[in-house]
């Protein structure tokens, strides 16, 4: 008899962020005509700069295995395309990605 493989499950930290130098945190250029969204941190005015991914089955992976950008973008390096993931995101109010 065999059981079906669980869903793996990816929770995402973002274990350190700054304010973005470009917009100082505003989230926009400071032009109080026009404000636009800020280019480097597209409007959140903040930068994350490092990432934990922690994985239901092999626990906290390392550092090799994954990649990620300012805007807290993750990429998963090597991982099988056809596996079933459920990604789980910092709840509200965490998140650096969201204005």
């Known amino acids: 008899m065999s059981y079906p493989n669980p869903k ?3 929770t995402i930290r973002y274990t350190s962020t700054k ?3 470009n917009c100082e945190g505003r989230g926009d250029n400071g032009a109080a005509w026009r404000p636009l969204a800020c280019k480097r941190c597209r409007g959140r005015g903040d ?3 490092d990432v934990e991914i922690e994985d ?3 626990g906290l992976l390392p550092r090799s295995a994954y990649d990620f950008n300012t805007l807290g973008e ?3 390096l090597d991982f099988d395309e056809d596996e079933e993931i459920e990604i789980i995101r ?3 109010g965490v998140d650096p990605r969201e204005p």
């Open 90 to 92: 910092p709840a509200s």
């Open 47 to 49: 930068l994350v700069l």
């Open 74 to 76: 993750v990429y998963l």
């Open 56 to 58: 239901s089955v092999e």
């Open 8 to 10: 793996k499950t990816l």
């Open 19 to 21: 304010e973005c130098p």
